[in-house]
Each structure stands twice: as C-alpha cells, then as structure tokens.
C-alpha cells in the first residue's frame, strides 16, 4: 500500500497522540482517586474530631456536677449546663458522619444508652445535692454507676476511633498503590510515545528529507547551470517527493534542450527550432520569437549591407570634393579675421580713455551730491537742536516753578514738626501730672518728640538739597539760551556753505554728463567693432570645423564602406 507524506505523517501523529491520551486518562483516573482518598481521610478526620469533643463534653458535664457536688454553688454548674447541647450536636454529627457505614451506626446505637444512662446520674446527684442532701449525694456517686456509664463510654468510642483509623490505613494503602501502578503507566506510556516518535521521525526523515536533499542538490547545480545531472531522485515513487522529482527532470530535459539549440545559434546555425511545453511556457516562447527575430533580421542585414556597400562608395568621392574646398575658404576667412582684430584693438584703448574721463566726471558730480545732501542734513540736525533746546528751555522754567512749590511744602512740613514738638512736650506735662497712670503716655510723647526732630532735620537737608538744585536749574537755563544763539548762527552759516555746494554739483553734472554720453558713443563703436571680430572669428572657427568635418565625414565614409563590407562578410558566415 502506498501512502502519500501527509498520510504518513498523520498516522505518526495519531500514534503519539493516542498515547498520550491514554497516559493522560490513567493519570486523570488516578487524580479522580487521590481526591477521593483525601475525601475519605478528610471524613475520617473529623469523625475523630467529633468523638473526640465528645468525650470532652461528658467530661465537661462530670466536672461541673463534681464542682456543684462540693460547693453547692450554682455558678460551678456552668459547664454542665453548657456541655449538653454540645453532647447532643456532636451525637447528631457523629449520625450524619457515620450515616454511610454500617458498623460506625451500630457502635452509636449502644452509645446512646450509656450516654443517656451518664447524663441521668449526674442530673440525679445535682438534684440530691440541691435538696442540700450531700451526703445523699455522695452516697449515689460512691456507687460507682456513673464511672461504669464513662468508662463504657470511653470503650465505645476508642472502638470507634480504632475502626476509623484501620479505614485509614487501607484507604492509604490503595491510594499508594494507586499512585505506584500511575506512576509506572506514565513513564511506560512517555517511553512508548518517545519512541513513537523517535521512529515516526525515523520515517518521515527517510521519507521526506533524504529525498529532498537530493532534489535541493540537483537544483543548486541546475542553478549553477550542470543540466547533465540526473534529477529523477524519487527511484519511482508515487507520492508528492516522487511527483517533484518527476517535474524537476522534465524541468532539466527542456533546459537541456534550450541549451542545445542555443549551442547551435551560437555557432550561426539559425535553423535550430524549439517546440514550447506548454502556452505558458515563457522561456520556450521567448526562444522561439528569438530565433525567428534572428532569421529575420540577418535576412534584413544582408540586404542593407549590399545596399551600404554601393552607398558608402558614393559618400567617400563627395567628402574628398568638400574637404577641398573647405581647405581654401579657411585660409581667406584667416586673413581676413586678423584685419578686424587689428582695427577692434584700436577701437577698444579709445574706448578704454573715454570710459575712465566718464567714470572720473561721475565720481565727481556723486561728490558734489552727497556734499550737498550732507549739507541739507546739517541744516535739519541744527533746525532739531534748536528746536530740542527750546524744549529743554521750557522743561528747566517748569522745574524752577517746581522747585518753588517744594519749598513752599518744606515750609508746612517744618511747621507741622514745630507744632508737634510742641504737642509733645505739653503731652510730657499731661504724662507727668497723671504720675503713675500717665508713664505710657510719656514714652509716646517722647516718641512724637523724637519724630519731630527727625522731621526738621530731614526738612533742613531737603531744603539744602532743593537750593542746589535751584542754583544748578538757573545755570542750566542759562546755558541753553546761549546754546540756542549759536545753534540759530551755525544755521546760517550752513545755509550759506549748501547754496554754494549746490551751485558747484550743477556744474561738476553738467560735465558728468558730457562725459558719459562721450563713453557711451566709444562703447558703441567698441561693441560694434567686437561684434564683427567675434562674427570673423566664429566664421573661421565654422571654417576650420568644417574642414575637420569633411576630413571626417571622409574618414567616417571609409569606414562605413569598410563596415559594410564586413556587415557583408558577417551576415553570409550565417545559415538561415
């Protein structure tokens, strides 16, 4: 039976897989038991639990009805009356915990009497006790009844606890063994899917790998262009390794064949053909538009050769006529061109003088300009002092009036410090006559005294101040009306020194102008004079280049003849 590689390795896969599953159940199993044995030792735990508070209760109850038996004090019956209902809940439990096992149900019912026949011995003995009876009371303890009804107690339960610890131990038991027989399950089933899998990987490696690492060697050496080596690798298989080494050899054999008839064209035989696989087949499509193109155009190109052969003789005989007679217009356009250079240089150093006369002419008139602009700007920087010092004429009037209304606050200020000077001292009077209660009063006096001492002589040292300024204002004012006399002479004299700038920039213009209108006339001459020199020497530089052209437009003929001799030659080497 063939099976295909995706077959094989699905059946690899599904092998592991079932172990795997398999493993898995058997651990799920064997948790599924681990929780129902820690179930049961839980169950178990709390059984003992539960007797065990129970004998703790009964002897809660002893020891009460002992402590009232002594004392007669209803306060030691406390835990008696608090074990009771704890006997019966812990009793009701132990039911509930023991309601799936048989001989724990039977050890609780002979429990019950001997509980009951405790509990009423003691309630007996409280009852005797409390009729104030204590030797009654003693005399029912001496009977030994009650330690009978605990001591059987304590066997039943002891009967109990053994047979919970034995379900214990066998519960422990199974699950070790339960874990022993999980443990060997899993690591046989790891082992066998291991080796499932070491041998399924066997398999596939020598099913699909080998094969195509052959087939990845064949195809580096069809890459590096070995079309001899051998690609069916699949030794006759039928699955899809086999089916790609079946198409890598058909790919191989019609590489083969392209090469083959490429061989051919290489060495000019063009009637090589190559039959295309398929209408998809790009390269063997290719090839034969190729071949075809090729037939064509070496037809062609045996036709034009002839044709270029014929024209190229033609094209030689005309260039050895031009070359010739662009030799002699070449040696006329020479001597004429060194005529007009002579003359242009001429032109030019007549151009040159009167340029620098005009250039000389301008940079006096911009002189003159730029003296008469300076003028204009020192009459307007005067107009602008004058009109500044004015300002500052009128600014030092307004702080004169100021000071004036300075002095008069000064005055106040001194008037108001005299006053409470004076305040101050009759407040000292005032402090005096009031003896104790005015101290306070005298020490603010004081204060006001101090202040107005201060205010007179702040006022003193302002008014010195304000007098130097005065005295500084006056001289202030005083120089400024004189530096506006001066300002108002230097502005006529500034008027006068602008008109006569003015009349001397009109005349130096004037000539400027003259000047410039003489360079523009040599300019003219020059250009001209330039355009004829640089049209003569375009003429022989045209002259000179034709006659290069000739020469090789003749040269280029020659070898077009040449060429198409050989083109001749080339095309009947090939065999369409």
């Given at each position: 039976?063939?099976?295909?590689?995706?077959?094989?390795?699905?059946?690899?896969?599904?092998?592991?897989?079932?172990?795997?599953?398999?493993?898995?159940?058997?651990?799920?199993?064997?948790?599924?038991?681990?929780?129902?044995?820690?179930?049961?030792?839980?169950?178990?735990?709390?059984?003992?639990?539960?007797?065990?508070?129970?004998?703790?209760?009964?002897?809660?109850?002893?020891?009460?009805?002992?402590?009232?038996?002594?004392?007669?004090?209803?306060?030691?019956?406390?835990?008696?009356?608090a074990a009771l209902p704890q006997i019966e809940q812990h009793r009701a439990e132990l039911a509930r915990l023991a309601a799936d096992n048989p001989d724990q149900l039977a050890h609780l019912d002979a429990l019950g009497p001997l509980i009951t026949q405790k509990l009423s011995e003691l309630q007996e003995t409280i009852d005797v006790r409390r009729a104030k009876d204590f030797a009654a009371a003693q005399a029912i303890v001496m009977t030994?009844?009650?330690?009978?009804?605990?001591?059987?107690?304590?066997?039943?339960?002891?009967?109990?606890?053994?047979?919970?610890?034995?379900?214990?131990?066998?519960?422990?038991?199974?699950?070790?063994?339960?874990?022993?027989?999980?443990?060997?399950?899993?690591?046989?089933?790891?082992?066998?899917?291991?080796?499932?899998?070491?041998?399924?990987?066997?398999?596939?490696?020598?099913?699909?790998?080998?094969?195509?690492?052959?087939?990845?060697?064949?195809?580096?050496?069809?890459?590096?262009?070995?079309?001899?080596?051998?690609?069916?690798?699949?030794?006759?298989?039928?699955?899809?390794?086999?089916?790609?080494?079946?198409?890598?050899?058909?790919?191989?054999?019609?590489?083969?064949?392209?090469?083959?008839?490429?061989?051919?064209?290489?060495?000019?035989?063009?009637?090589?053909?190559?039959?295309?696989?398929?209408?998809?087949?790009?390269?063997?499509?290719?090839?034969?538009?190729?071949?075809?193109?090729?037939?064509?155009?070496?037809?062609?190109?045996?036709?034009?050769?002839?044709?270029?052969?014929?024209?190229?003789?033609?094209?030689?005989?005309?260039?050895?006529?031009?070359?010739?007679?662009?030799?002699?217009?070449?040696?006329?356009?020479?001597?004429?061109?060194?005529?007009?250079?002579?003359?242009?240089?001429?032109?030019?150093?007549?151009?040159?003088?009167?340029?620098?006369?005009?250039?000389?002419?301008?940079?006096?008139?911009?002189?003159?300009?730029?003296?008469?602009?300076?003028?204009?700007?020192?009459?307007?920087?005067?107009?602008?002092?004058?009109?500044?010092?004015?300002?500052?004429?009128?600014?030092?009037?307004?702080?004169?009036?100021?000071?004036?209304?300075?002095?008069?606050?000064?005055?106040?200020?001194?008037?108001?410090?005299?006053?409470?000077?004076?305040?101050?001292?009759?407040?000292?009077?005032?402090?005096?006559?009031?003896?104790?209660?005015?101290?306070?009063?005298?020490?603010?006096?004081?204060?006001?005294?101090?202040?107005?001492?201060?205010?007179?002589?702040?006022?003193?040292?302002?008014r010195t101040i304000l007098g130097d300024i005065q005295k500084a204002t006056t001289a202030a004012a005083m120089a400024t009306e004189q530096g506006g006399k001066a300002v108002e002479a230097g502005g006529r004299h500034t008027e006068t020194a602008g008109e006569s700038i003015g009349t001397l920039a009109a005349s130096v213009n004037e000539a400027a102008q003259a000047a410039t209108q003489i360079a523009a006339s040599s300019q003219q001459?020059?250009?001209?004079?330039?355009?004829?020199?640089?049209?003569?020497?375009?003429?022989?530089?045209?002259?000179?280049?034709?006659?290069?052209?000739?020469?090789?437009?003749?040269?280029?003929?020659?070898?077009?003849?040449?060429?198409?001799?050989?083109?001749?030659?080339?095309?009947?080497?090939?065999?369409?």
């Amino acid at each position: 039976m063939k099976w295909n590689v995706g077959t094989k390795i699905a059946v690899g896969f599904v092998i592991v897989l079932i172990i795997f599953l398999i493993v898995g159940a058997v651990a799920y199993r064997s948790v599924v038991r681990q929780s129902e044995t820690a179930s049961a030792v839980t169950h178990s735990y709390a059984v003992e639990s539960e007797l065990t508070q129970l004998l703790a209760s009964l002897q809660d109850a002893e020891t009460g009805q002992r402590g009232y038996l002594i004392t007669g004090t209803d306060s030691y019956l406390a835990p008696y009356t608090a074990a009771l209902p704890q006997i019966e809940q812990h009793r009701a439990e132990l039911a509930r915990l023991a309601a799936d096992n048989p001989d724990q149900l039977a050890h609780l019912d002979a429990l019950g009497p001997l509980i009951t026949q405790k509990l009423s011995e003691l309630q007996e003995t409280i009852d005797v006790r409390r009729a104030k009876d204590f030797a009654a009371a003693q005399a029912i303890v001496m009977t030994n009844r009650g330690k009978n009804a605990m001591d059987a107690i304590r066997g039943v339960l002891q009967e109990m606890r053994t047979e919970e610890e034995d379900i214990l131990k066998v519960r422990a038991a199974a699950r070790e063994a339960d874990a022993r027989d999980t443990s060997w399950t899993i690591l046989i089933g790891t082992l066998l899917a291991a080796f499932a899998a070491a041998v399924a990987g066997a398999i596939i490696t020598r099913a699909i790998a080998v094969p195509l690492k052959s087939l990845t060697g064949v195809a580096e050496r069809i890459t590096l262009g070995d079309l001899s080596v051998n690609a069916d690798v699949g030794g006759g298989r039928r699955d899809e390794i086999g089916v790609l080494a079946q198409a890598f050899e058909r790919m191989r054999r019609s590489l083969r064949t392209l090469a083959d008839a490429a061989e051919r064209v290489a060495a000019g035989d063009l009637r090589a053909s190559v039959q295309a696989q398929s209408p998809n087949d790009q390269l063997g499509n290719s090839f034969v538009r190729m071949t075809d193109n090729l037939r064509r155009q070496i037809g062609d190109m045996v036709e034009a050769a002839a044709v270029l052969g014929s024209a190229s003789s033609e094209i030689v005989a005309s260039t050895s006529q031009l070359a010739s007679g662009a030799s002699q217009s070449a040696a006329a356009v020479t001597e004429t061109t060194a005529t007009v250079e002579e003359v242009r240089q001429t032109a030019q150093l007549a151009s040159q003088k009167a340029r620098a006369v005009a250039d000389t002419a301008q940079k006096s008139a911009q002189i003159a300009q730029s003296g008469r602009k300076s003028t204009a700007d020192v009459i307007a920087g005067m107009e602008r002092i004058r009109t500044q010092m004015e300002a500052i004429a009128e600014t030092m009037v307004r702080l004169s009036e100021q000071g004036q209304t300075i002095g008069q606050i000064i005055a106040t200020v001194e008037d108001l410090a005299a006053q409470s000077n004076l305040l101050a001292v009759n407040a000292a009077i005032e402090a005096a006559k009031a003896g104790e209660q005015g101290k306070g009063f005298g020490v603010v006096a004081q204060e006001v005294k101090s202040l107005a001492e201060q205010s007179r002589q702040a006022t003193d040292r302002v008014r010195t101040i304000l007098g130097d300024i005065q005295k500084a204002t006056t001289a202030a004012a005083m120089a400024t009306e004189q530096g506006g006399k001066a300002v108002e002479a230097g502005g006529r004299h500034t008027e006068t020194a602008g008109e006569s700038i003015g009349t001397l920039a009109a005349s130096v213009n004037e000539a400027a102008q003259a000047a410039t209108q003489i360079a523009a006339s040599s300019q003219q001459q020059l250009v001209g004079m330039d355009q004829v020199a640089v049209a003569m020497e375009n003429i022989k530089v045209t002259g000179t280049q034709n006659m290069a052209s000739a020469r090789q437009l003749e040269n280029a003929a020659r070898n077009i003849n040449e060429l198409g001799q050989r083109l001749k030659q080339l095309a009947e080497t090939y065999r369409v």
